[in-house]
């Protein structure tokens, strides 16, 4: 069964959970869905870390990349805003060049240190890509791809996830990168 995956560039588990995709869900039909977390009503009021919860995601950011050989730095600018590179992801999608621009930016989030909450930086990334820049730069500001990541969020929550990564198989949902293996399961019809 295919695998609605779910996920937003500001999660330092998102992105483990997309790093480790194809060794952990190999044959399985992905259908990414990028979502803007801070668009959940959850976060409504702002991204609700205290600075001892910061620093333990950051601790368990390193020790779950460590484990799965993933390359990781966690950002100096943590929490990430990352709405242009959602907007990239949703305008990639329709137009071509996903998996490259997907890859490049959540590496330029979480191993290179990169602040893709500016739109220049998020640009670049989709250059550095191969995309057309400048069709690249107009399609994140157009109100179709704006609505488009707006309904995505929006039926993320109606269909009940709170956070990012989750996963759907069929009406089954899965959160969080660890919850992978049961991911896999269900996909093969073992769940």
Same mark, same amino acid.
């Given at each position: 069964?295919?695998?609605?995956?779910?996920?937003?560039?500001?999660?330092?588990?998102?992105?483990?959970?997309?790093?480790?995709?194809?060794? %952990?869900? /190999? *044959?399985?039909?992905?259908?990414?869905?990028?979502?803007? #977390? @801070? !668009?959940?009503?959850?976060?409504? &009021?702002?991204?609700?870390?205290?600075?001892?919860?910061?620093?333990?995601?950051?601790?368990?950011?390193?020790?779950?990349?460590?484990?799965?050989?993933?390359?990781? %730095?966690? /950002? *100096?600018?943590?929490?990430?805003?990352?709405?242009?590179? #959602? @907007? !990239?992801?949703?305008?990639?999608? &329709?137009?071509?060049?996903?998996?490259?621009?997907?890859?490049?930016?959540?590496?330029?989030?979480?191993?290179?240190?990169?602040?893709?909450?500016?739109?220049?930086?998020?640009?670049?990334?989709?250059?550095?890509?191969?995309?057309?820049?400048?069709?690249?730069?107009?399609?994140?500001?157009?109100?179709?791809?704006?609505?488009?990541?707006?309904?995505?969020?929006?039926?993320?929550?109606?269909?009940?996830?709170?956070?990012?990564?989750?996963?759907?198989?069929?009406?089954?949902?899965?959160?969080?990168?660890?919850?992978?293996?049961?991911?896999?399961?269900?996909?093969?019809?073992?769940?």
């Amino acid at each position: 069964m295919p695998v609605d995956f779910y996920f937003d560039y500001a999660s330092p588990f998102a992105y483990l959970a997309s790093e480790t995709l194809a060794s %952990r869900l /190999p *044959s399985t039909e992905i259908r990414f869905r990028p979502v803007y #977390l @801070r !668009g959940f009503d959850l976060f409504a &009021k702002g991204v609700p870390f205290s600075p001892a919860k910061t620093q333990y995601l950051a601790r368990d950011f390193h020790r779950c990349a460590d484990h799965h050989g993933v390359p990781h %730095r966690f /950002p *100096s600018n943590f929490p990430i805003n990352g709405l242009y590179a #959602l @907007r !990239g992801a949703t305008w990639t999608l &329709k137009n071509g060049g996903f998996e490259r621009f997907h890859a490049a930016a959540y590496r330029a989030a979480w191993a290179e240190d990169r602040n893709i909450g500016d739109k220049s930086v998020v640009i670049e990334i989709a250059n550095e890509a191969g995309l057309d820049w400048e069709a690249f730069a107009a399609g994140i500001d157009s109100p179709e791809i704006k609505d488009q990541l707006k309904a995505a969020t929006a039926e993320a929550e109606a269909r009940g996830a709170f956070g990012v990564p989750t996963f759907f198989v069929g009406d089954a949902m899965f959160w969080g990168h660890d919850r992978m293996d049961y991911v896999a399961r269900a996909a093969r019809g073992e769940a």
